[in-house]
């Protein structure tokens, strides 16, 4: 059921029912309880109907025996006849009413007039004959006996109660007592005596055996209640009673019949117990004698035809249901059948095979405007997918355009490999990761035919699209200019020009590039509005590398670019990034900032640039887990490395061992070297000059003293750098010798005069703030130590 | 950088620009060679007022040019020397105090002085 009732058959077939049920039964009701009334107000009318038929057959019998009777006490008064003509009365009643059992004429003995004794000749019937009987007997005192002391009391004729004659007639029998009277002269009447008729209640049992009782039902013809009431069946009673209920209580039934006439009721269905099955009572007082007419009426037999009716009305309801329910799917079919031809048809339908046909919509309902609305959907829904494929084709050509243009974009940023193209001194590592496919961040590096390598990292001001493009120009003239060897700010300003030059869609890109000297650690740097480097010093100190510089590239046609100067010691890393990097945000939406950036620089340690871009990388990627970048970010490493130079870091303290090569020019860059790394801890150019000049002079001493072992020797100069000291340690495999014994030359003569020996230790001696020697393992050892700042204590 | 080497007649003049160490000591002592080789040379002025850097080697030079011109009573002056210079100059004593002068001028001034002086010897 609850799966038909989802279709519409099955909601039509509970709507409808539903509906129809109860008006259907409401009627059925209705009409059964019409029928019923009708019968019980038929079955009421037929009591009625044998109350007066029984009452009229009562009458018939009794009103002339009544009527006798009294001319009897009429005459008795009026002629007054002497007792001995009373029998010759009594022979009249009996022979005019053989109805009458028997009858006497009682005299009365008390009293004026009376009877001298008492005398009550009685005449009754027996064996056919008149019989006679004396009831003034002694034993029977009649006088005292109700029919006689009821009538002379109240001064009227009284009927008895029915009483069975038991000794006399052996019969049920009722007496009709009437008092009569003698008139005295004095005009008075006085009681005289009672004249009585028995009447034999057999023909009343006749006459209640013959009456016609109806078709159902059974009942009696019964006396006033009495102690023994004379009860009557009425026609075919007894065999009725046979057949309904054998064990009914009559007595019960009789006695609430006598209730109900006590309530003037004449019609109600008999208590619960009184009868097996239930039963209607009627009752009707036939006022002659005060008789009963009780009837029973057996309810089922009563409403039997109204069931009768009911169960055609109810074979009738069922066909009528049956044909309804029939109608109902027939129309349910009629209206659903299209409905399924839709939804089928629909059903077959797919993404590849929109084509699906409808059933033609020749109807003009419902149906046939769902149909036509389904049409317009179908073509549509055509339509659009036809449109959709196709701007999925473009969509997808587009995908494919822009994988090509990323892979065009990353072919010209320098490949992993050009690093190992670089010379081995300088190390440079870098990454870029585009937010979209393609991006607006750049970098480069690149070796210039002077041994410089030019590095640069560009930031344009969009993303996707227009910024690779901008970035493919700006990469293009980078390459192009910074080959001819342009210093930096030059090559920006060149840069600049070309690209402010119809700048239309007014693109701007902040670029940072600079050239670093791999001989003497110089780097040239310029800035376009580029955020400044890191530098992270072989220490582990951290700090921006330079100030801000021009205006980004693309603003301004007259882009005036600073080249600013400086050093970079081996060893330290210069640091350069793009916005993507301080900018990456967290999911709280803290930025990642360059504090972070710096710190995580600090922490860094030492290794390969590689290393340092990818911890970079990573970190930033952690900070900003979860989130989409919505920035390129870049990152480029440029380290300082060269192969003579030995970097370490140690406490406090950084160290760079200097293995310079045996000749004029392994002093030279030994020089070079050490004003890179004072210069760029920025201790005072005098000192720098004369740390390079102390070395200079140490070296060339040792090598000229070795010159023996030639080119075999093994020097190197360590210069270490704390706080307040520089301090340079030469150490060399040479002949032990400690230049510092040495004699002083006489300063006081001219030069001109003496051997020029000497010169470069005193020059040490003089410059140096203290000077040790020591012979260490088979090798000389000079230590130098000189303040940072001259002059400062 | 290195060393520039400019040179001058009348007086004799070698003006040094960048640095005079070892390395490039020996190109000093090429112009020497050929400066000093000529006849009748007492005098020869170094302008130092471009040099930057000045180790023993160079000092050497200077020396080696005083030995050729000055026991001839020839005179070798320098000029104008940067305070870096100056303290190694001082350090070795590698010019006597009077051969060292503030400018071309100053050196004229001696110089004429001492004409005067060999002119009018009391």
Redesign the interface.
Known sequence: MARGFRTVRGRMLFWILAAALPIYAGALYMSYQETAARLETGAQRDADELAARLAAGLDAVIRPIQGGVLTVAYQLEEVSPPPAQYLQRIRGILEAWPDVYGSTIAAEVAGEGASSKPFAPYLYRHNGEIAYSDLATESYAYREQPWYRHPADTGRPVWSAPYFDAGGGETWMVTYSVPFYRKLPDARRIMAGVVTADLDLKWVQGASATATLGPIGMGWLSSPPATEPFVAPIGATASRIEQFDRSMNEKAIRAFGEEMLGRNETFRLLPRGLTAKPAYLAVRNLQTLGWRLMLVIPRSELLAEARVLLERQLLLGAIGLGILIAAIFLVAARVTRPIRALAEAVGRASEEDLDFRLPEASRRDEVGVLTEALRRMRDSLQTHIQLRAESLAEQARLTHELQIAASIQQSMLPQRSSAAHLPPAARVAAALLPAKQVGGDLYDYFARRDGTILFAIGDVSDKGIPAALFMARLSALLRVLGAEGELPDRLLAGINARLVDGNEACMFVTVGCGLLDLDTGRIQYASAGHEPPLLRELEGTVRPWVGEGGPAIGIEASGDYRLREGFIAPGDTLVLFTDGVTEAEAEDGSLFGIDRLSALLQEAPEGEPAMLVQRIVDTVAAHASGFHATDDLTVMAVCLSPSGVIARREANAAHWLIRPEISAAGVRQTQHWLHAILASREVALDRTGEVELIAEELLTNTIRAGGSQGRDLDLSVECALTPAEIVLTVRDDGPRFNPLEQRDPDLEADIADRSVGGLGVLIVKQLADACRYSHVDGRNVLEIRLRRAPGAT | MSLKIAERSNPPTITLTGRL???TAPQLDEVLNRVLARAGITRLVFDLSGL??????G??CF?RA??AI?PGGGKVALINPQ??VQK?LD??????RGGIFKSIAELDEYLDAMQKQVRDPD
């Open positions: 160490d070892t390395a930057d850097y000045l180790s023993s080697a000092i050497r020396v005083r030995k000055e305070p870096a190694v350090i070795v004593k590698a010019v006597p």
